[in-house]
């Protein structure tokens, strides 16, 4: 997770565009903000070849799904 | 012995990258593919997957400085350093062509169209980039930075 913000950070790139769907388009937007590409990341699984690898995302997938929740959370005044 | 220069040239060339793809990271993948193969009970050559392990990211650094903004060139600047590193170190010549194409197919986050999107059987290939992508994913980043 560290290493994918810090990637975009060191490439330029901004924290957080609020206005950018988190849903929608996020293979444009991944490049457009750090948070956007950490929750492109997070469909990563699907290019999983294997079914151990798979299991194992899951446990990572909610700890990366707590950080973005709470992220939200502060961006949004909370 | 190529194993052990192996990891001393993987460390220098690894040494300066800013973004936490350094030796660390290096050898997490390599932990990661063999607890994966482990899991999946896959027979795997240890040479081929340590090699890859070491200098898939060889190149990061000189695609930041060369300005390639999201590094989309380097898988193909790691694998031209692999090719020379592990003649350098003794690196079984027949095994080499594989650690290449492993390097130059261990990122499948990059666009459709390069070198990295071509589907593999390989095995060690697999592995690694499995492992490489659950450490996109991962929290254990946090201790690097």
Known sequence: ?????????????????????????LEKSRLESAIHNLIWHLSLDNNLNTKAAKKMVQER????????????????GA | MHRAKLEIA?????????????IYHSMRVYNLAKEIAKKEDWQFDDDILFAIAMLHDAGHERSIRTGDKYRY??????????KRVLAEVGFPG??????????????????????????????????????DNLE???ILGWYEF
């Open chain 1, 1 to 25: 997770m560290v290493r994918v913000l810090v990637f975009n950070i060191q490439a330029g790139t901004p924290l957080y565009k609020p206005e950018l769907s988190l849903t929608k388009d």
């Open chain 1, 61 to 76: 997938k909610i700890r990366a799904r707590n950080f973005l929740d709470q992220f939200l959370k502060e961006w949004n």
């Open chain 2, 10 to 22: 993987a460390k220098e060339l690894l040494k300066n990258d800013p973004t936490g793809h350094d």
């Open chain 2, 73 to 82: 060139k380097h898988m193909e600047y790691s694998a031209e350093i692999a």
């Open chain 2, 94 to 131: 027949q095994k080499i062509p594989v650690v290449l194409q492993g390097i130059l197919q261990h990122d499948q986050t990059k666009p459709w169209g390069l070198a990295n999107r071509i589907p593999t059987d390989i095995k060690e290939i697999l592995l690694i980039q499995d492992a």
């Open chain 2, 136 to 138: 996109a994913i991962g």
